[in-house]
């Protein structure tokens, strides 16, 4: 006998559903101490990809309501590739929905820092331009040029301290997040992923870039939205985090 797919997926990640029909040993009897541990394994397997993909947030909830948000979440998020190093996407998302966790809104967004950070761990190396090669560049040239970013590049905002939070749960001695809004870069100039608080001016202008305005018009739309903007201060910023590969002119 068949046996069902969707019946088959369901039963593996709910240890309450019955073991599916049809289900057999390699002897023609019926697999259910097999599949139970089967099952046991692969929700083991994803409940430790969670944790090993949410460290931050397992330590804001604790280990026991982690653990049950997170076994919910595995039975109604099923992985949709073999990889588990990008497993938990919609965790953010369903996160928010968490009635218990309304009076905690910073949590979605702690969790999207901690994807943002994963991705940015596995994203293709491409080496950083030479910081000397943007001085050697004419100024009337740099200001129709067109930059490309690294790979792992990621800039992420909110409304809450997402990156004090992430360094008060994960680095001794860090000082305790004051309640305030941050943008996140997030890079990888070196081996691991790198965090930087910006403001809402280079974000901006940083995604114009990505966008692929030329540094003229991005300045010009950053300026006319942030008066104060520093471009110098901007470029340095990208220099010093490494995320410019080539500068197109």
Not at 10 to 37: C, E, H, M, W, Y
Not at 88 to 106: D, H, I, N, R
Not at 178 to 188: D, H, K, N, T, V
């Amino acid at each position: 006998m068949n046996v069902d797919q969707h019946e088959f997926t369901a039963a593996l990640l709910n240890p309450d559903q019955a073991t599916p029909k049809g289900l057999i040993d390699s002897s023609g009897r019926p697999a259910g101490k097999r599949f139970d541990v089967y099952r046991n394994n692969v929700v083991f397997s994803l409940l430790e990809a969670m944790r090993t993909a949410f460290p931050v947030i397992e330590k804001l909830l604790g280990q026991e309501l982690f653990h049950a948000i997170s076994g919910d979440f595995v039975r109604k998020h099923p992985p949709r590739l073999p990889i588990l190093m990008f497993y938990g996407a919609e965790f953010p998302k369903f996160l928010a929905a968490v009635e218990l966790l309304a009076k905690s809104p910073y949590l979605p967004d702690v969790a999207r820092l901690e994807l943002a950070r994963r991705v940015a761990y596995h994203a293709a190396d491409v080496p950083a331009i030479n910081p000397e090669a943007l001085g050697e560049i004419d100024p009337e040239q740099l200001m129709g040029a067109r930059f490309q970013f690294a790979p792992a590049l990621h800039i992420l905002t909110s409304d809450h301290p997402i990156i004090d939070l992430w360094n008060f749960n994960m680095i001794e001695d860090a000082p305790v997040p004051e309640p305030s809004g941050q943008i996140a870069l997030i890079s990888r100039p070196a081996f691991d992923p790198h965090m930087a608080a910006i403001g809402a001016d280079t974000a901006l202008f940083l995604t114009l870039l990505i966008d692929g305005q030329d540094l003229t018009s991005a300045l010009e739309a950053t300026a006319q939205a942030h008066p104060g903007f520093d471009l110098s201060a901007a470029l340095g910023i990208m220099l010093q985090t490494e995320i410019i590969t080539k500068i197109d002119l």
